[in-house]
């Protein structure tokens, strides 16, 4: 073919994946519904499932990068698409659906310290602040425990698919720029968004506007 077999690998299986997968909204809500499926049975649903979402998302986030470094800044506009930016990529997603940790737990435990009396979920919380402002989670998930949990599993689940629907639709609508820049993961929330965004407050602004929702969604079921 006169083609190297890593562009091969890209022309026939990566790049028909971007275009199916990649800046599909459902499919991309699906996928969360998966890894937190797995988390709920006690394994690492993120990594269960970074073989399949890296090769898609990680070149997505390199191709909005190199528009960006070349200075092609665009207005807040509905159409980014036109300026050759994704609305998805890998740092989106963990700007939007994994702050916090996988299930944007967080959310619960802000619910938590607002609205809980019981002491051992206030304990647990308490542990859970600092390690969850650098995402990361393990203590709440098996401290609570969210695992084998039936009635906060739903939240679990539901959280982070709302949170990526509204950030998806934040980047569509204008109102958060594109994210153009590789953060690494343990950064915190609204920091993480700033960067992300090539220093926009907006991107800080839309991850103020995903964790009030996902610990509004927290809130019943920890009441419950």
């Given at each position: 073919?006169?083609?190297?077999?890593?562009d091969?690998?890209?022309?026939?299986?990566?790049q028909?994946l971007?275009?199916?997968?990649?800046?599909?909204?459902?499919?991309?809500m699906f996928?969360?519904?998966?890894i937190s499926?797995f988390?709920?049975?006690?394994?690492h649903?993120?990594?269960?499932?970074s073989?399949?979402?890296e090769p898609?998302f990680?070149?997505m986030l390199?191709?909005n990068?190199a528009?960006f470094?070349?200075?092609?800044t665009?207005?807040l506009?509905p159409?980014?698409?036109?300026?050759?930016?994704?609305?998805?990529?890998?740092?989106m997603?963990?700007?939007?659906?994994?702050?916090?940790?996988?299930?944007?737990t967080?959310g619960l435990?802000?619910?938590i310290?607002?609205?809980?009396?019981?002491?051992?979920?206030?304990?647990?919380?308490?542990?859970?602040i600092?390690?969850?402002?650098f995402?990361?989670?393990?203590?709440?998930?098996?401290?609570?425990?969210l695992v084998?949990?039936?009635?906060l599993g739903i939240?679990?689940?539901?959280?982070p698919v709302?949170?990526i629907?509204?950030?998806?639709l934040?980047?569509?609508?204008g109102?958060c720029p594109?994210?153009?820049?590789?953060?690494?993961?343990t950064m915190?929330?609204?920091?993480?968004?700033f960067?992300?965004?090539g220093?926009?407050?907006m991107?800080?602004v839309s991850?103020?506007?995903v964790?009030?929702?996902?610990?509004?969604?927290?809130?019943?079921?920890?009441?419950?």
């Amino acid at each position: 073919t006169g083609q190297y077999f890593n562009d091969l690998i890209k022309t026939v299986i990566q790049q028909p994946l971007v275009d199916i997968i990649g800046d599909n909204i459902v499919a991309v809500m699906f996928m969360y519904v998966l890894i937190s499926l797995f988390w709920l049975v006690g394994i690492h649903g993120n990594n269960m499932l970074s073989a399949v979402k890296e090769p898609i998302f990680r070149p997505m986030l390199y191709a909005n990068t190199a528009i960006f470094t070349e200075g092609k800044t665009i207005a807040l506009t509905p159409d980014i698409k036109a300026h050759g930016y994704y609305t998805m990529n890998l740092t989106m997603m963990q700007m939007f659906a994994e702050w916090g940790g996988s299930g944007v737990t967080l959310g619960l435990v802000i619910a938590i310290f607002i609205f809980s009396k019981r002491e051992d979920n206030r304990a647990i919380a308490t542990l859970s602040i600092v390690p969850g402002l650098f995402n990361i989670n393990e203590t709440v998930v098996f401290g609570i425990p969210l695992v084998l949990n039936p009635i906060l599993g739903i939240p679990f689940i539901l959280a982070p698919v709302a949170c990526i629907f509204v950030g998806w639709l934040l980047v569509t609508i204008g109102f958060c720029p594109p994210i153009v820049i590789e953060v690494p993961w343990t950064m915190p929330p609204l920091l993480l968004g700033f960067l992300a965004t090539g220093g926009s407050i907006m991107g800080a602004v839309s991850q103020i506007i995903v964790i009030a929702l996902a610990t509004v969604i927290y809130i019943p079921f920890l009441i419950a």
